[in-house]
Antibody, heavy 121, light 106 residues
Framework: QVQLVESGGGVVQPGGSLRLSCAAS????????IHWVRQAPGKGLEWVAF????????YYADSVRGRFTLSRENSRNTLFLQMNSLRPEDTAVYYC??????????????WGQGTLVTVSS | DTQMTQSPSTLSASVGDRVSITCRAS??????LAWYQQKPGKAPKLLIY???SLESGVSSRFSGSGSGTEFTLTISSLQPDDFATYYC????????FGQGTKVEIK
């Protein structure tokens, strides 16, 4: 069965960095794009970023562009989200979610359980 | 960015009611729209994709309609498990979500 498992969340000071991982199994990872979506406490869903299946093309929300960087290692079925210059407003549960295509955004039929990032001094 | 606006923000209903949630896009997203259900502390669950396609395993009491800028999620007969928050998401351009509709017990 398809599984996505996020890790790497925690508490970090404003201006700090954190790297999230998303480990995938149960499908051919190298064939699908992957999204990151976040949810601030008590708030709605916000799309963060998307990486195509081959890792060559990445898309970011305006709120994180220039600070967050997506990468993937298809040989390890793993996705990474490097988050730099973190701000209190980045505090959220971060989900990785499988796209339904290798190239275009698509909908997300499978989601991880999420990892909490807290940016606070 | 394409803005997505859901209405209502909160919906109070009883078991057995037929309920509808509307999602409006600030520009056409054709049929590239999904609906998700989320319960507290859980990841979202895909219900509908491409505006009207029912995700495998999802109850047929859920249905989606619309195209362009106006979309509707309908639950034909509300069940106790359906009390949750619902989000629309467009993925025609850089994805965006609606603000959510909380369906609560009347």
């Amino acid at each position: 069965q398809v599984q996505l498992v996020e890790s790497g969340g925690g508490v970090v000071q404003p201006g700090g960095s954190l790297r999230l991982s998303c480990a995938a199994s149960g499908f051919t990872f190298s064939n699908y794009g992957i999204h990151w979506v976040r949810q601030a406490p008590g708030k709605g869903l916000e799309w963060v970023a998307f990486i195509r299946s081959d890792g060559t093309t990445k898309y970011y929300a305006d709120s994180v562009r220039g600070r967050f960087t997506l990468s993937r290692e298809n040989s390890r079925n793993t996705l990474f989200l490097q988050m730099n210059s973190l701000r209190p407003e980045d505090t959220a549960v971060y989900y990785c979610a499988k796209g339904d295509s290798g190239t275009y955004y698509g909908h997300s039929e499978y989601w991880g359980q999420g990892t909490l990032v807290t940016v606070s001094s | 960015d394409t803005q997505m606006t859901q209405s209502p923000s909160t919906l109070s209903a009883s078991v057995g009611d037929r309920v509808s949630i509307t999602c409006r896009a600030s520009q056409s997203v054709e049929i590239w729209l999904a609906w998700y259900q989320q319960k507290p502390g859980k990841a979202p669950k895909l219900l509908i994709y491409r505006a009207s396609s029912l995700e495998s395993g999802v109850s047929s009491r859920f249905s989606g309609s619309g195209s362009g800028t106006e979309f509707t999620l309908t639950i034909s007969s509300l069940q106790p498990d359906d009390f949750a928050t619902y989000y629309c998401q467009q993925y025609y351009t850089s994805p965006t979500f609606g603000q959510g509709t909380k369906v609560e017990i009347k």
